[in-house]
Structure formats: structure tokens, C-alpha cells
């Protein structure tokens, strides 16, 4: 008997193409369908995974997401006995710590498909990229920045901050979110830039700011903090080419402490198919399949071996190797179930703090405090 799988990404050629061509080769291959369906960004990162779950097979998740989902009891695992080998290929191919990110409580519940991470984003033909903090605040001042502030974006651009300057944040309930002295000084940094950007930036995510940018006659020509879409870095994808590379450092160690983003393919525990959901989920998140089929079926890969590909690079103006720096060091949220509605409410502060111009003290204690409810909640 035949098996029909169905699949719920994102609504994003970056999403959905390469999902859609490789499930056209697994296919061929293997005689099992599947047939995709997408959500916006918005609902890929705030819609209850449990509900995808009890529609779908296979889900593109977000690694925050893992705390709450496997309290649900949604997920299938996918450390299954007898395919050891091939999991150890997978966390060896990791971009920074992308593999691990989907691990929760000695389980691997999803495979990365997409690395990603807060990069700097640039109008080649605008300007050069810009290496220091202060040199982006000074294309800011002539209006050539953009910066997406839509939740949670602010709060990832703060996550970042606070890790490139040495305060990262905590991931755990035993201590607070983040130093008050270090935190004071990235949201100042943060606010400093807000005054000096279009205020529309408050309701734009990383897609609107990029098709704004890659439009011929914007004026944006730089984004210091925004996850990266490969697909705009591909010649003929928007009228006008963007690049992308490691963040402008605000610290003293280099581009490290971006807040990780990416996606990982998970299977359904309420799915009728589990053993044939999960034989796509490891081939298609395999080093083979990420470097050719996903990568040139308008994917962003998650493995090494397609970020060190000759082929890769030179089809996407360098993006990879560009990047790998501030991805390699990039930083992992916290993941635990409470922390999604704290994400909501903490970029919901920081933007309402910044619009309102409070004092930073008062952001950051009211951050503390959410993260700290955030685990009593749960």
C-alpha cells in the first residue's frame, strides 16, 4: 500500500521550495508522497506545535519550541535504536550548535534542515559591510539602517547584544536573564539605534526588511542584526542583490553571541506513518542531500558539508562562509516549557520600553522577573 505523508513548514521560498524538491526525489526513490503546506514566519513562531501535530506527520519547528512540545507529548523521538551511525554523521555535520539545539532531556527530537543565525545583511552596491557597532551607527545617522523590531525580533537583536558584549544570557531558572549592568548597556545600545531608524522597523520581521532592501531604489543599504535568508543572495531572487556577513562587533571577542535561529525537521508522535515520517527526516537532513538537493532547491542548509561546498558559496555570493563565523559562536536560547509566552511578553516590553524611551533599569528588571515567572508558570 502506498503511504502518503503531509508536512507543515513556512511560508518562505527558503522554507518551502526545498521541502517541496526533495520530497519530489523521496518520491522517486522510495514511492512514499508528501505533501507540504506552509504558515507565515509569525505563525511558524508563535502557533502551537501540538495542533500541527495532530494534523501533520512532519513539522519544521524552532528550537525554543523543544521544552513545550516534548511536555505535550507531540513529538516522536529520533535517537531510534539501530541508527547510530547515521545520528553521529548528523551531529558531526552540525553548524555550531545547531544539531544540539534540538536535544532535550538525553533525546533528539528534530534535525537541523536550516542553520541560521543574526548576521549583518548589506546593499553591495550601498555601501561596504561595516565591522564595529560604531561604524553601523554611523551609516544609521544618514538613514541607510533598517532593523527588524518586530516581536521577537527585538528581543533576539537584545539576546545578541548582551552575548557579543560578554554578558549573555542564562538559559536556566537559576539565575537571572542577564546581569543588570550588562543588560542596561545592550538595551541602551539598542535604543540608541531605534531612535534612528524608521519607526515602521517596530512591525517589520527579517522578510520585510529584506524586501524592502532589496528593492532598486531603497535607501537602506544596511540591517546589523538580522537572521539570514540565503535566498536573497542568489543573483535574480529580488531586483537588487543583498549580502550577507558576521555581525558588526559592539565587544572586544569578535562576532560571537548571536542569538541561533534555524530550523529542524521533526516527526509527529500522533502520526499514523512515524517509521516513514522518520526515514525522510534523516535523509534529508543528511550531509548529501543538504549539500545538493536542498541547497539548490532554494534551501538554506544545516549541514557543514553544504556551508563548506565550493558550489554552495559561489551560487549565493559567499553566504556561508560569510556568516560561519557568527554562526559558529552563536548562542542557544533557552528552551524550556514557559519560555515561549516569556519570549512574546519580553519583546512586547523591550519594544514598549523603547517607544516610551524608559530608563533601561526599569526594561531589564522587568526582564529578569518575567524569566523568572516563567518557570513557576510552567
Request: glycine share 8%.
Amino acid at each position: 500500500m502506498s503511504v502518503t505523508l503531509k508536512g507543515m513548514t513556512w511560508s518562505h521560498p527558503r522554507g518551502y521550495d526545498p521541502m517541496v524538491k526533495c520530497s519530489k526525489l523521496w518520491l522517486e526513490k522510495t514511492g512514499v508522497a508528501i505533501h507540504w503546506e506552509k504558515r507565515s514566519l509569525q505563525d511558524f513562531e508563535t502557533f502551537p506545535v501540538e495542533e500541527l501535530a495532530r494534523a501533520y506527520d512532519l513539522i519544521v519547528i524552532d528550537h525554543p519550541h523543544i521544552g513545550q512540545i516534548t511536555n505535550e507529548a507531540c513529538l516522536a523521538p529520533l535517537d531510534v535504536v539501530g541508527r547510530e551511525a547515521e545520528r553521529s554523521a548528523l551531529a558531526a555535520g552540525s553548524v555550531g550548535q545547531s544539531y544540539p539545539s534540538y536535544a532535550w532531556k538525553g533525546r533528539q527530537w528534530a534535525f537541523p534542515i536550516d542553520a541560521a543565525t543574526q548576521v549583518q545583511a548589506w546593499r553591495p552596491d550601498l555601501c561596504e559591510r561595516v565591522s564595529t557597532w560604531s561604524d553601523m551607527l554611523d551609516l544609521a545617522r544618514k538613514g541607510k539602517v533598517l532593523l527588524p523590531m518586530r516581536p521577537p525580533h527585538s528581543l533576539m537583536s537584545f539576546y545578541t547584544l548582551c552575548g557579543n558584549l560578554g554578558h549573555a544570557c542564562r538559559v536556566d531558572g537559576r539565575a537571572e536573564l542577564v546581569d543588570v549592568d550588562g543588560g542596561v548597556v545592550a538595551f541602551e545600545m539598542l535604543s540608541e539605534l531605534a531612535a534612528l531608524i524608521d519607526p515602521a522597523c517596530f512591525e517589520m520581521d527579517p522578510i520585510a526588511v529584506l524586501e524592502a532592501m532589496a528593492l532598486p531604489e531603497t535607501t537602506a543599504a544596511c540591517a546589523p542584526l538580522i537572521y539570514g535568508y540565503v535566498s536573497y543572495s542568489v543573483a535574480g531572487f529580488r531586483p537588487s542583490l543583498v549580502r550577507f556577513g558576521d555581525i558588526p562587533v559592539a565587544g572586544e571577542s569578535g562576532p560571537n553571541g548571536s542569538a541561533l535561529g534555524g530550523t529542524g525537521i521533526a516527526v509527529s508522535a500522533f502520526s499514523s506513518n512515524i517509521a516513514a515520517a522518520t526515514d525522510f527526516a534523516y535523509w534529508v537532513a543528511s550531509g548529501e542531500v543538504q549539500r545538493q538537493a536542498y541547497a539548490f532547491g532554494g534551501g538554506q542548509p544545516g549541514h557543514g558539508d553544504a556551508w563548506d561546498d565550493a558550489a554552495v558559496n559561489a551560487a549565493t555570493a559567499d553566504f556561508y562562509r560569510a556568516t560561519r563565523a557568527t554562526l559558529e559562536t552563536a548562542w542557544v536560547r533557552p528552551r524550556h516549557d514557559g519560555y515561549m509566552p516569556f519570549q512574546q511578553a519580553a519583546s512586547d516590553r523591550i519594544n514598549d520600553g523603547l517607544l516610551r524611551k524608559e530608563k533601561a533599569r526599569e526594561v531589564v528588571d522587568d526582564l529578569n522577573r518575567l524569566f523568572a515567572a516563567s518557570f513557576a508558570s510552567a
